[in-house]
């Protein structure tokens, strides 16, 4: 039988990172014998996150374009250069099946290449709103997996598949485990479970508000679980001495949390979002404004349009969150409308339906 071989290239942040480690593993797990090879940007995480979940990752010298004028844009020309050449060389030694790429600018340069070699290319879209990688290798790429209807303004329909975005397996059935959550977490059954999730680097404005909100949320009766990123923890640590509050940089075990949760407050990047329809618990939305053509607003949008969740952009925090809040605290019929409404949205079977989608290209 032959030896297949795969390369995926994503990365810069954990939402084009935990895909394509997603849509490895189950790669891994249909073709044994397989050979994997990731390819990321030299200086960003998958460095270190691709290494730590058992795959080989090579490394090229590109960097996105900054919105004002800097050394590194005019540097922009050169490090692409390189990664063409680089990526050249990677692909002709290694001689991939099948090339994935899950956004960031180093997937650019190995499926530009890989689709000029004549390699089947597919790219995973996270968002509702896609990044300029992906819009422009869109037009050459034999297949396009995404998360979100109605991206026909953005990518050629005939090439498109709704799959969804890979998450974690063990988020899928969190109904039974929730008594063992409560204990591993040490929370109280009796109080209601606040979750708020910054995202995997932490949110300043978030625990900006939670901070300074927390007497008020306690008052109201729920207990707070409250996870602030690691470059936050320092500063925020010292709320955790008070009754009912619980401050984490990061969370080891996302399924027993949303097990116990019973409310959450979140960021909306791609995977967060996609988590959270398959969880269907209540939540309220903050978007980071500072991310490209605002995508983490429109991924929130696209739930709300559909009455799955409660949206509040950072500019309304100081006048409506404690109105808001209090009014889901306080209606129970809501909670169960925005569980239900979210859950209709999930996309439970992605990263199976994605790696359906490489094995038609191979």
């Known amino acids: 039988m032959k030896q297949y071989k795969f390369i995926l290239s994503g990365g810069g942040t ?56 800097t050394l590194q844009n005019a540097m ?18 290694f001689k991939p099946d099948v090339v994935i790429g899950t956004g960031g600018f180093a997937s650019g340069a190995v499926l530009k290449i890989a689709s000029m070699l004549g390699i089947p290319t597919l790219i995973q879209e996270q968002n509702s709103y896609p990044g300029i990688t992906n819009k422009l290798l869109s037009k050459k790429a034999n297949k396009i997996c995404v998360a979100y209807e109605n991206l026909e303004q953005f990518f050629p329909k005939d090439k498109m598949i709704l799959t969804g975005n890979p998450v974690r397996q063990d988020v899928l059935d969190i109904e039974s485990k929730r008594s063992e959550a409560l204990s591993y977490f040490n929370l109280d ?12 680097l932490g949110s300043k404005r978030i625990n ?101 969740a409660i949206l509040l952009k950072e500019s309304q925090l100081d006048a409506e969150f404690k109105i808001v809040f209090e009014a889901l605290l306080k209606d129970k019929g809501k909670q169960d409308d925005l569980s239900k409404n979210i859950k209709l949205l999930a996309l439970p079977n992605a990263t199976k339906q994605i790696v359906d989608e490489i094995v038609k290209l191979m």
């Open 14 to 69: 954990g939402g084009h990172i935990y895909p394509a480690i997603a849509i490895a593993n189950e790669l891994k797990s249909r073709f044994p014998d397989c050979e994997i090879l990731f390819v990321g940007a030299q200086d960003k995480m998958e460095m270190q996150k691709v290494p730590q979940a058992g795959y080989n990752i090579k490394g090229l010298w590109i960097a996105g374009i900054q919105r004002r004028l």
């Open 76 to 93: 922009f020309p050169f490090k692409l250069a390189s990664s063409l050449i680089k990526s050249y060389g990677i692909l002709k030694q």
């Open 189 to 200: 059954d009796n109080k209601k479970t606040l979750l708020v999730l910054g995202g995997s």
């Open 208 to 308: 900006q508000l939670i901070a300074k909100e927390l007497d008020f949320l306690v008052a109201s009766g729920v207990q707070v679980f409250w996870q602030c990123g690691n470059f936050y923890m320092a500063e925020y640590k010292h709320f955790s001495e008070k009754e009912n509050v619980q401050v984490v940089s990061f969370i080891d075990r996302m399924d027993l949390i949303y097990a116990a949760a019973d409310l959450v407050i979140s960021r909306s990047g791609a995977s967060s979002v996609s988590e959270l329809a398959i969880v269907g618990k209540p939540v309220i939305f903050i978007p980071s404004p500072n991310v490209a053509e605002d995508h983490q607003t429109k991924n929130a949008q696209a739930i709300v349009e559909k009455h799955g």
